[in-house]
């Protein structure tokens, strides 16, 4: 905020708007700690509403750095997401800071009041869960934020970067519809992610393209890991009449569904054809290789990083189906 | 540096000895840029010589910072060292910049850069190659450095924290000798690293305990990733007399044998024991889950971070062998 006289007057309709001294408000605005949860909620949506919120109202001076903010550091989408992250980052000169969420109310805390105090440019948001109170406490402060992969429909008004769920599905299913399958599976996620809704919609939109309905007895939900793969697609195999392959909504949980056909003497295509979705390096390993939905999760980050930098403006990449050994004829 | 009269003194000694003014010792001392390479390693060096050097010579206003450098951001060790860094700066209250070297000659000069402006606290160097010149360059700057699981052996007299890499291997091998295995392949990682040799020695030594040798035509070497485990492994497969079991030096390369036995009809761990190195999480959801030697990534990041603060001075720490079911008797 400078000091000119319409800025001034501004502050002062906004302090006497809050019920609050022109001092607080600009201590607000500076990003102090010392003002209490209640008062600076209500002087940031004061700010937000006269404008002062994104990159024009923010410093000019580059904090030289952008900020990751996982729901948990682990060897999944993460380390791609990084990967292109940081490839950016480096291409515009500013440092990655990375943080996760996984401890709680205290990481979270602390990185409100870090982002708050305006020593970042900008902040990627790049996680699952619990997102929801984050982003509405993001929503209020004048750092760039930028959905990566947005989960929850409360990402709102966040700019974001996401991959074509929709499609990447339809195609899925679309490659097993045309070996023949009939009875096919799904292992869908967390229903409440915006990832799960467009990706169970590209299983109904691949099956309706073919004058056919899903049989709702052969959907079953997992938690996007391993051991939930394994339990679900134990579910799927042990129906009296079993699909003869399984969509998996997420590649750990599609190997998960190798693991169950493997306890059960099942081979993999021959009795099952599985596909999953990520395309994450292990699925390249797994035996047979998994036929899979590619998300560019590095092009991805790399977009995340440069919008959160204000030099572009989110956007939704392609997938691809990558057909490998896991599926076959019926 | 102070302005004490015998620091003074000190500085004009240095600058003599440099053959250079006060004041470029100053600037070097000071990480300014304009200072060409030869004089500031000439200056670095005298400026180590005389002490300055460490924590005890670094300012002691903290940046709030700490980096990690890795050759490459990938899913694989990368990811679970981060999670044990992350979570100690956070307890230690300071943020984790995250780096990678794999876009080469410029990568390093702007951390460089960086590092000896003083904006960190202290640097983690988690890189597999590559890592001479860099550790040479670092060892010159005042930022304290730690390896972090050091893979050359130029590491030198830096900081270091790292993993019973001979212990584990030992463990590993004489697991297959206790099953009675007697042709037990080898494929060995990257011999200029140190992690190889002593898992290399380990190997060695458990044949030793048994009063045994092992056959020099049943090592082979890979490049700790998947493909080169495919196609090691598939060497080792196709010998006139193949082993009944394999040790590959680390998990992917142990996978990479799974998918070589796979082509070849041979059953896991029915016609061949296969056992990796690392335990990561994807070696739990091989099919035949892995037996494998565990190495404690997290607590090694987290070790690492805290050495990098200067609240811990390194460290080896220990490794377990996990049997799953990828091993069996002869």
């Excluded at 708007?17 to 002087?43: C, F, I, L, Q």
């Excluded at 997401?81 to 940081?86: A, Q």
């Excluded at 209020?140 to 008004?157: E, F, I, K, W």
């Excluded at 996007?224 to 699909?243: I, K, M, N, Q, T």
Aim: glycine share 10%; charged share 25%; with cysteine.
């Amino acid at each position: 905020m400078g000091d000119t006289s319409g800025e001034r007057t501004r502050m002062a309709e906004i302090a006497q708007a809050a019920g609050v001294s022109v001092a607080t408000v600009s201590k607000v605005w500076n990003g102090r700690a010392d003002v209490s949860d209640r008062t600076r909620e209500r002087v940031e949506e004061l700010l937000r509403l006269h404008g002062y919120r994104g990159r024009r109202a923010w410093p000019t001076e580059s904090a030289g750095t952008i900020d990751v903010i996982f729901q948990e550091i682990d060897c999944a989408w993460e380390g791609e997401h990084l990967r292109g992250i940081e490839a950016a980052g480096h291409e515009a000169g500013v440092r990655v800071v990375v943080s996760s969420l996984d401890r709680g109310e205290t990481a979270r805390r602390q990185l409100l009041q870090r982002l708050r105090a305006g020593r970042t440019d900008g902040a990627i948001l790049a996680t699952l869960t619990a997102a929801g109170p984050l982003v509405t406490a993001l929503n209020r402060l004048n750092v760039p934020v930028v959905a990566l992969d947005p989960t929850c429909r409360t990402a709102g008004d966040l700019l974001s970067v996401d991959a074509a769920n929709f499609a990447g599905a339809r195609a899925a299913t679309a490659h097993l519809l045309e070996l023949g399958h009939r009875r096919i599976g799904l292992i869908a996620g967390f229903d409440e992610l915006m990832c799960s809704r467009a990706r169970f919609d590209g299983f109904l939109a691949a099956h309706d393209d073919a004058g056919l309905a899903p049989d709702p007895r052969l959907i079953e939900h997992g938690e996007f890991d391993f051991p939930s793969g394994v339990a679900a697609g134990g579910r799927l195999l042990d129906r009296d009449v079993p699909p003869t392959a399984v969509f998996a909504m997420n590649d750990f949980m599609a190997i998960g569904v190798y693991e169950a056909a493997r306890i059960r003497g099942m081979s993999v295509p021959g009795q099952l054809s599985v596909v999953g979705f990520d395309d994450l390096p292990g699925s390249r390993w797994a035996a047979p290789p998994l036929t899979t939905v590619r998300q560019p999760l590095r092009e991805m980050g790399a977009l995340a990083a440069r919008t959160a930098l204000g030099l572009a403006e989110g956007g939704v990449l392609g997938t691809d189906l990558v057909v490998r050994e896991s599926t076959a004829p019926v």
